[in-house]
């Protein structure tokens, strides 16, 4: 597999060297509105998202008119079906709602769940695609998205090593330039005990190619978790209230929350640095180094020509004197000056 470990969307580089690109999820968060999926996309914009991302589906195309939802039962007592077809995005916003975000300065794209869909979003101009947990073994699919020449995201929910391989070979051989695989938990709202963090790093290791995060948990303690443990890109559904009827909203960030998840994850990114331990940086130098840190001080006045005892010496700040690892080859030295009570002691005093 000779998948690249980072990738080109817009102007930025997707892979474990670069900033987490931020996906804001609106899926069906539009209630079937045109005007709260255009506010969804701004709310995505204003927050510092890198892209907004929606879901291109039918009812009928994913599900059989004979499926029952145990599930679903608690929203409705519509098939799985009938249900999705109640939340789909109207194809025909498409292209207005990708036009919107690109005014926006903010990259527009989605999930498709079928192969109409797939020729849809590469008209429109989306400029990579992702395919959902559920359709990882959908390779028809999958390949159908490759070969558009669009780079992939491939959700990982419920799927194992040898699935998420096949997938990504499928990609490979239809011509996907680039894929990057999320880890994700298909909980909705998903239990922050089987998030299972660490499994980005398995991914990454396994495949070489960039691994991101797809949340489904409450908050954003975990994507901000996910920054500092590396993740390439981070998911997030967002809602522009989370008392809004439909299956989407109650685990959603509003977009204040989502804010404040971009904020914390630039923040840690910031924090990261490249590892080095190399003393003090220059900030501490000017500010604390010599405050902070401790030297050998006069526990009393004394006169040149004293010679130095325990008892004449303490430690203290600040630390411009001589330093404490130095008391032993201090004491038993004469003083060459008077030195005043709570005097720091330097090398030319002795």
């Known amino acids: 597999m000779s998948l690249p470990s980072q990738f080109l969307v817009g102007e930025r580089l997707i892979g474990s060297l670069h900033p987490a690109y931020v996906i804001a999820e609106a899926g069906s968060n539009h209630n079937r509105d045109l005007?709260?999926?255009?506010?969804?996309?701004?709310?995505?914009?204003?927050?510092g998202a890198d892209a907004i991302k929606f879901q291109t589906?039918?009812?009928?195309?994913?599900?059989?008119?004979?499926?029952?939802?145990?599930?679903?039962?608690?929203?409705?007592?519509?098939?799985?079906?009938?249900?999705?077809?109640?939340?789909?995005?109207?194809?025909?916003?498409?292209?207005e709602l990708a036009d919107h975000a690109h005014s926006r300065g903010i990259t527009f794209f989605?999930?498709?769940f079928d192969h109409e869909a797939v020729a849809l979003l590469a008209?429109?101009?989306?400029?990579?695609?992702?395919?959902?947990?559920?359709?990882?073994?959908?390779?028809?699919?999958?390949r159908a998205a490759a070969a558009?020449?669009?780079?992939?995201?491939?959700s990982t929910g419920m799927a194992t090593l040898g699935e998420i391989e096949d997938a990504l070979t499928a990609a490979e051989q239809a011509g996907a330039p680039a894929v990057s695989l999320m880890h994700c938990v298909s909980i909705y709202p998903a239990p922050v005990e089987l998030t299972n963090l660490r499994a980005m790093s398995t991914l990454r290791g396994a495949f070489g190619i960039p691994v991101g995060l797809s949340d489904h948990s409450i908050g954003i303690t975990i994507p901000i978790a996910a920054a500092a443990l590396g993740a390439s890109l981070i998911e997030k559904h967002i809602t522009l209230d989370r008392g809004m009827p439909g299956p989407d909203h109650s685990f959603a960030l509003e977009p204040d929350e989502l804010r404040?998840?971009?904020?914390?994850?630039?923040?840690?990114e910031a924090a990261m640095g490249d590892g080095a331990k190399t003393g003090p940086n220059a900030e501490e130098l000017e500010e604390n180094y010599t405050l902070a840190r401790r030297s050998l001080i006069a526990t009393r006045d004394l006169s040149a020509g004293t010679v130095l005892e325990p008892e004449m010496v303490t430690v203290k700040r600040p630390g411009y004197g001589i330093p404490p690892k130095h008391l032993d080859i201090v004491l038993g030295r004469t003083l060459r000056?008077?030195?005043?009570?709570?005097?720091?002691?330097?090398?030319?005093m002795v």
């Open 110 to 112: 989605s999930t498709p």
């Open 35 to 47: 005007g709260i999926a255009k506010r969804l996309i701004d709310a995505a914009v204003e927050a």
């Open 57 to 95: 589906y039918s009812g009928d195309r994913i599900y059989s008119r004979k499926a029952e939802s145990a599930f679903l039962r608690q929203w409705t007592t519509k098939t799985p079906a009938e249900f999705l077809d109640d939340l789909a995005l109207p194809r025909e916003w498409h292209a």
């Open 260 to 268: 404040a998840m971009v904020r914390g994850i630039r923040d840690v």
């Open 337 to 348: 000056i008077d030195v005043e009570a709570d005097g720091v002691l330097t090398w030319d």
């Open 123 to 142: 008209e429109v101009g989306a400029p990579l695609l992702k395919i959902a947990s559920g359709e990882i073994v959908d390779l028809p699919l999958v």
């Open 148 to 154: 558009t020449g669009l780079p992939l995201i491939i």
